[in-house]
C-alpha cells in the first residue's frame, strides 16, 4: 500500500496536466495552453501547489489495493512457473 501512495503522490501532478491538456479549448483561436509546464505554472499560480493532488483519495483508493493486487498475482505466476517450467 505504501508504494501505491508513493505512486499515487508522484503521478497525480502528471495526471493533471494530462487532463487539462486534454480538456483545452480554444481561445480567440490560439490554444489554452502553450505546453505542460505551461499547464502546470498556471494550475500553481492560479490554484495553488496543492491543488495538482486533487482528487488523491479517489486515485489512491484505486491504485493502493491494484498495487498490492499485482504483487500478489505476480508472485503466484512467479511461483507457478518454477514449480512447473523450471523444474521440469
Avoid at 40 to 49: D, P, Q, S, T
Wanted: hydrophobic share 40%; aromatic share 12%; glycine share 8%.
Amino acid at each position: 500500500m505504501i508504494s501505491g501512495l508513493v505512486t499515487t503522490a508522484a503521478s497525480m501532478p502528471v495526471d493533471i496536466v494530462k487532463t487539462r491538456i486534454q480538456n483545452m479549448r480554444m481561445i480567440d483561436g490560439k490554444p489554452e495552453y502553450k505546453n505542460g509546464l505551461d499547464v502546470l505554472v498556471r494550475v500553481v499560480g492560479k490554484e495553488g501547489f496543492f491543488s495538482l493532488w486533487k482528487g488523491f483519495t479517489p486515485y489512491y483508493a484505486r491504485l493502493g489495493p491494484h498495487t498490492v493486487l499485482t504483487f500478489i498475482f505476480l508472485e503466484q505466476m512467479n511461483r507457478l512457473y518454477k514449480t512447473h517450467v523450471l523444474d521440469r
